[in-house]
C-alpha cells in the first residue's frame, strides 16, 4: 500500500483551502448584486419563456407556454395566432426550447413556490451554482499545467472577480447552468484519459448530453470529443462509450418531441427561427428588432422551425454573397465587446440617470476585462505546448464557435469560452518572456506566435468597428436623457 508523502499530504492541504477560500470569495461577490435586486422582476423574452416552462413543469402540467393565466401580459408584446394550434389552457406543448433549464428552475420553484419571491430564491441558487466556476477553473488548470499552482490561481482569481460572470445570477437564462457544466464535462473527459476507464468515458458523455439538453448547439462540441477520443488517445473503445452515453441522455428527450410532433425532432426546435432571424435581408446576423418577432406568433414549433428554414435558405439564394458577409458579421459579434445588456438595461431606465464620468466608468468596468483576458488568451495558446491533453481546448473552440458563426451570434455567447481564456491568459502572464524565447527558436513556434499577433490585431479592429458603427448610438446613451433612450435587444 503506498502511502502519502507529507509533500502531497501539504499540497492537497494548500490546494483544499484555495479552493474553498476563491469560492467564498465567488460566492460573497455574486451574491452582493442578488441581495440588492431582492424585489427585481424579469426582462427580456427569454427569461419569460423560461419561467412560463418552469412553473407549467411544477404544477404538473407538462412541458407547456403560454397559458391561458399567462396571456393577458403577452399579448400586448406579442399577438399569438391562437388559431394555428389546438390550444389548450394549460398552454401549448412545445419543444422550442431545451429542456435542462427549465427543470433546473422547476425544481427551485417546486421549493421556493411560484409566487413573485420566486426570481430572488431562483437568483440565490444561480449565485450559490455559479460561484463554482472559480474553483472549477483552478482544477482545470491544474489537469492542463499541473506544474505550474500560480498559473491556476491567477486562472481562478480572474473568473472570481469578472464583472460580467459576478451579476450574471441575475438572469434567469441557460448560461447559469451551462457553464457549469461545460467545465465538469471538460474536467471529467481529462480525468478519463488519464484513468483510461470506462465509467469516467460514460460519465464524461453524459455531461456532454446534458450540455446539449441545455443548448442544442453544444452536440458539434460532442462531435469534436469523440474525434479527441478516437484520433488523440486513440482509444476506440471508449469512443463508442461516449457515443453511447450521449446517446441514452438525449435519446428520451428526442422521442419525447417526435411523439408530441409526430415527426421525427431533435431536441429542441429553434433552429429554423434562428436562421430566419440569422439571414432575414434587413438583419446582420446577430438577435434583432423587428424580425425576432415575425415566427413567434406562431404556437406551432413545427410550422415555426419548418418556415424558418424554408425562409432563410431563400434569403441564402437570392443574395448568396451575404453569407459570408453575414458569418463575419457574427464573428465580430461573437468576440463583440460585453455592452449588448448593459445598453438594453441602461436606456430602458432600469438604473435611472447615471453620470456620464460614471457611466464610462461603468463601461470599461465590462468591456475591459474581455479585451485583456482574449487577448492574452490568444499568445497563452499559441505558447501552449501542444499535449493530448491541451488539445482539447482549440478543439472546444472550433465545436462552440463554428455553429454560432453561421447561424446566430451575440457577444454573451462568448462567456462560456472565458474560464478557458483565463487559463491561457493566467499562463501567458506567468510564462513571461522564456514562453515566448522558447516558442520564437523554433519555426513551428514563430508560426504560432505570429498567427496569435495577427489574432490580437483582428480582435483590436473589430472592437474599434464596433464602437465606430454604433457611434451615434454610445453618444445618446451619454447624454442627459440617455436613460430614456428605449433602445432594443
Known amino acids: 500500500m503506498i502511502r502519502p508523502t507529507k509533500a502531497s499530504q501539504s499540497w492537497f492541504q494548500s490546494a483544499t483551502n484555495f479552493t474553498l477560500r476563491i469560492y467564498g470569495v465567488a460566492l460573497v461577490l455574486r451574491l452582493i448584486p442578488v441581495l440588492f435586486s431582492m ?8 427569461m419569460f419563456q423560461y419561467d412560463m ?10 412541458y407547456r407556454w403560454y397559458a391561458e393565466a399567462d396571456l393577458a401580459f403577452i399579448q400586448p ?56 466556476l472559480a474553483p ?73 448530453g446534458l450540455m446539449a439538453l441545455t443548448r442544442s448547439i453544444s452536440l458539434a462540441v460532442a462531435g469534436l470529443v469523440v474525434l479527441w477520443i478516437w484520433f488523440v488517445l486513440k482509444n476506440r473503445r471508449m469512443t463508442f462509450v461516449v457515443i453511447a452515453s ?23 426546435t429553434s433552429l429554423g427561427y434562428n436562421l430566419y432571424v440569422g439571414y432575414h435581408p434587413d438583419g446582420t446576423g446577430t438577435f434583432q428588432y423587428p424580425q425576432s418577432l415575425d415566427l413567434m406568433s406562431m404556437l406551432d414549433d413545427g410550422q415555426r422551425d419548418m418556415i424558418g428554414s424554408q425562409k432563410a435558405v431563400e434569403f441564402i439564394k ?49 468591456c475591459l476585462p474581455f479585451v485583456v483576458v482574449s487577448t492574452s488568451g490568444v499568445l497563452g495558446l499559441a505558447l501552449t505546448n501542444r499535449g493530448r491533453e491541451t488539445k482539447l481546448i482549440p478543439l472546444f473552440f472550433i465545436g462552440y464557435i463554428l455553429p454560432h458563426i453561421f447561424i446566430l451570434a451575440e457577444d454573451r455567447f462568448h462567456l462560456a469560452m472565458l474560464p478557458f481564456l483565463a487559463i491561457l491568459a493566467a499562463y501567458s502572464w506567468t510564462s513571461g518572456w522564456v514562453k515566448l524565447k522558447e516558442g520564437w527558436a523554433t519555426r513551428s513556434g514563430r508560426v504560432l506566435i505570429l498567427l ?28 442627459p436623457n440617455g436613460n430614456m433612450t428605449s433602445f432594443s435587444y
Not at 451551462?178 to 484513468?195: D, G, P, Q, R
Not at 458579421?329 to 453620470?355: D, K, Q, V
Not at 496569435?452 to 454610445?474: M, P, Q
Request: glycine share 6%; aromatic share 14%; net charge positive.
Open 246 to 268: 450521449v446517446s441514452l441522455v438525449i435519446l428520451p428527450w428526442m422521442i419525447r418531441n417526435t411523439l408530441v410532433f409526430h415527426r421525427l425532432t431533435g431536441i429542441e
Open 452 to 479: 496569435a499577433f495577427v489574432g490580437i490585431t483582428l480582435l483590436f479592429l473589430n472592437w474599434g468597428l464596433e464602437l465606430w458603427r454604433d457611434a451615434g448610438k454610445l453618444a445618446l446613451l451619454l447624454s
Open 136 to 208: 472549477l477553473t483552478y482544477s482545470l488548470s491544474r489537469r492542463f499545467y499541473p506544474d505550474r499552482p500560480r498559473t491556476a490561481m491567477i486562472s481562478a482569481w480572474t473568473i472570481a472577480l469578472y464583472p460580467t460572470l459576478v451579476i450574471y445570477p441575475l438572469a434567469l437564462v441557460t448560461e447559469n447552468l451551462f457553464f457549469i457544466l461545460v467545465l465538469c464535462s471538460v474536467l471529467v473527459l481529462l480525468v478519463a484519459a488519464e484513468k483510461s476507464t470506462w465509467q469516467w468515458f460514460a460519465l464524461g458523455g453524459a455531461l456532454l
Open 53 to 62: 416552462l418552469a412553473r407549467s413543469l411544477v404544477t404538473g402540467n407538462g
Open 77 to 132: 408584446l406579442i399577438h399569438l395566432d391562437l388559431t394555428s394550434t389546438a390550444y389548450d389552457p394549460r398552454g401549448v406543448l412545445t419543444s422550442f426550447r431545451a429542456p435542462l433549464y427549465p427543470a433546473f428552475l422547476a425544481i427551485i420553484y417546486f421549493f421556493a413556490g411560484v409566487e413573485a419571491k420566486r426570481f430572488f430564491i431562483a437568483r440565490l441558487v444561480q449565485a450559490v451554482v455559479m460561484a463554482t
Open 318 to 366: 437570392n443574395d448568396p454573397g451575404r453569407f459570408i458577409y453575414l458569418a463575419a458579421r457574427r464573428t465580430g459579434y461573437f468576440f463583440g465587446l460585453e455592452r449588448r445588456a448593459l445598453t438594453y438595461f441602461y436606456s430602458n431606465n432600469y438604473f435611472g440617470h447615471i453620470p456620464k464620468a460614471g457611466l464610462l466608468i461603468i463601461a470599461a468596468l465590462f
Open 39 to 46: 424585489n427585481m422582476g424579469i426582462g427580456l423574452d427569454d
